[in-house]
């Protein structure tokens, strides 16, 4: 069982950056493959970034690619989005998930936090 809480949201303007931080709880964590997610008001939950348990592989959506970085510690159990040329698009509730038994599915989610973008 793996516990997840996000921080590090908040209102910046567009061009600008911030840092989510995922704390997580759990003997799983350092073997588990980390996701970040997001949902903008009206839309669906779309896939942001993943990494794998050690950190060398990491993979993005393309909307934000070149501009947001995924990272891990391990030893501090943290999962971190580094979001840099913030965008107003990018406005939505971040979510870190984590997979579960089954290759590709995120069994446990963090309650989100929001990003707010002003143009």
């Known amino acids: 069982q793996v516990q997840l809480v996000e921080s590090g949201g908040g209102l910046v303007q567009a061009g600008g950056s911030l840092r989510l931080s995922c704390a997580a709880s759990?003997?799983?964590?350092?073997?588990?493959?980390m996701g970040w997610f997001r949902q903008a008001p009206g839309k669906e939950r779309e896939f942001v970034a993943r990494?794998?348990?050690?950190?060398?592989?990491?993979y993005y959506a393309d909307s934000v690619k070149g501009r947001f970085t995924i990272s891990r510690d391990n030893a501090k159990n943290t999962v971190y989005l580094q979001m840099n040329s913030l965008k107003p698009e990018d406005t939505a509730v971040y979510y870190c998930?984590?997979?579960?038994?089954?290759?590709?599915?995120?069994?446990?989610w963090g309650q989100g936090t929001q990003v707010t973008v002003s143009s």
């Open positions: 990494i794998n348990w050690n950190g060398h592989n990491t």
């Open positions: 998930a984590g997979q579960g038994a089954i290759l590709g599915k995120y069994d446990y």
């Open positions: 759990g003997r799983t964590f350092s073997s588990s493959t």
